[in-house]
């Protein structure tokens, strides 16, 4: 059985860093894509960062609100993603979570379109930031 695990969310300050990570289990092989999805109270859930875990090969949401702060990666040696985060601000409030599929490419999995299709999700992590 897949399972994705967060952590890593927590209460911090505008202006802060934050790393979340997601740990996988259950996958046959490492052909899957794997990403990053927030969604803060009253919005609708987006994608921010996928990867394929086999060739590394990452997607970013065009979003202006988290371009270039955000990064996606491997972590060495581990089944499992990380999310750094640079410079929140509160608007960075939300819940997080990761979500993973072995059909889809790290652009798909991203995509709003498929996000009810989705093979599998964790349990998300709260990430609150106070201005």
């Known amino acids: 059985q897949v399972q994705l695990v967060e952590s890593g969310g927590g209460l911090v300050h505008a202006g802060d860093s934050l790393t979340l990570s997601c740990a996988a289990s259950g996958f046959p092989s490492n052909e899957y894509s794997i990403g990053w999805f927030r969604q803060a109270p009253g919005k609708g859930r987006e994608g921010l960062s996928c990867?394929?875990?086999?060739?590394?090969?990452?997607?970013?949401s065009d979003s202006d609100s988290v371009k270039n702060r955000f990064t996606i990666s491997r972590e060495n040696g581990e089944n499992a993603v990380k999310l750094q985060m640079t410079d929140l601000t509160t608007e960075d409030t939300a819940k997080y979570f990761c979500?993973?599929?072995?059909?889809?490419?790290?652009?798909?999995?991203?995509?709003?379109?498929?996000?009810?299709?989705?093979?599998?999700w964790g349990q998300g992590t709260q990430v609150t930031v106070t201005g």
């Open positions: 979500a993973a599929d072995r059909a889809l490419e790290p652009g798909w999995l991203c995509s709003d379109v498929m996000l009810g299709y989705l093979e599998v």
């Open positions: 990867m394929k875990v086999s060739n590394g090969e990452t997607y970013y």
